[in-house]
């Protein structure tokens, strides 16, 4: 199945409240087509709740957010979304997990089979498919939650601190997989991190939430040459400055 041209995605004015706390105050943002977005910001900002607005999975209190030509009122099928906590089914194999959002869609079993066999090659699981979840290590299983969101073919994917529960080594390889994936397909990223080096590792650009209620407080262009997989570019005086300007953001927000 050849991936579906990426769309953008337009926030207008979100807020957002849970209860007396207010979330997000009118968020403003655009992403554009095949853009690789981090969303950083203090703890408690409210990243992880734009993001899942953006899903569909929390609805907006005012404003609206828009990916591609739809008005988002709910989950849709543009969007793919990979959870910090895995989110895979304890009790169904690493094949059952990924086929999982084919069987929500009614895709055909032999259809599924292989679709979540190829994703799951993709992710550099080929002969893991019989595993189950315990059986994995935290790499490994958040590998699986990358196969699963990829094999519905998704426009756009939305990444809520992927690399936090796993060690460094396994992060920076699992970067580096993630870009390659994406120089492939060109989806549309949304990734939510609290790692400065991560956010201008992976992004073009990233975006600074301030502390709560989170609005959108500056935005960074990363300018580093891509593909950034196949060089050294954290070893770059570029990239150093860039970290670095990041951080002197971050700092003013504390």
């Not at 807020?15 to 950083?40: M, Y």
């Not at 209190?61 to 030509?69: F, I, K, L, P, Q």
């Not at 292989?114 to 590998?143: C, D, H, N, W």
């Not at 094999?151 to 993630?178: C, G, H, K, W, Y």
């Amino acid at each position: 199945m050849a991936a579906p041209a990426p769309v953008p995605i337009v926030v207008d004015g979100v807020s957002k409240a849970f209860g007396p706390v207010q979330a997000l105050v009118d968020i403003h943002l655009r992403v554009r087509a095949g853009e690789f977005l981090s969303l950083i910001g203090p703890s408690g900002c409210g990243k992880t709740t734009l993001l899942k607005t953006l899903a569909g999975l929390v609805p907006a209190d005012a404003g609206r957010v828009v990916v591609g030509d739809r008005v988002v009122r709910g989950p849709g099928r543009e969007c793919s979304v990979v959870f910090q906590d895995f989110a895979l089914l304890p009790w169904a194999t690493v094949q059952k997990n990924v086929e999982f959002g084919l069987l929500l869609r009614v895709v055909a079993a032999a259809e599924r089979a292989g679709t979540a066999r190829r994703s799951i090659g993709k992710v550099g699981l080929a002969g893991f498919e019989q595993a189950y979840p315990a059986q994995l290590s935290g790499g490994m299983q958040q590998r699986v939650g990358l196969a699963r969101a990829l094999a519905v073919n998704p426009r756009v994917l939305l990444m809520d601190e992927p690399f936090a529960s796993i060690d460094e080594q396994t992060r920076r390889l699992f970067q580096d997989d993630l870009l390659r994936l994406w120089s492939e397909e060109r989806k549309t990223v949304v990734l939510v991190t609290h790692s400065m080096e991560e956010a201008i590792y992976l992004s073009d650009r990233v975006v600074v939430l301030s502390p709560r209620p989170g609005r959108v407080q500056q935005e960074l262009d990363v300018p580093l040459p891509r593909p950034r997989e196949t060089a050294d570019v954290r070893a770059t005086a570029d990239f150093t400055r860039l970290v670095d300007g990041l951080w002197k953001i971050l700092r003013k927000l504390q």
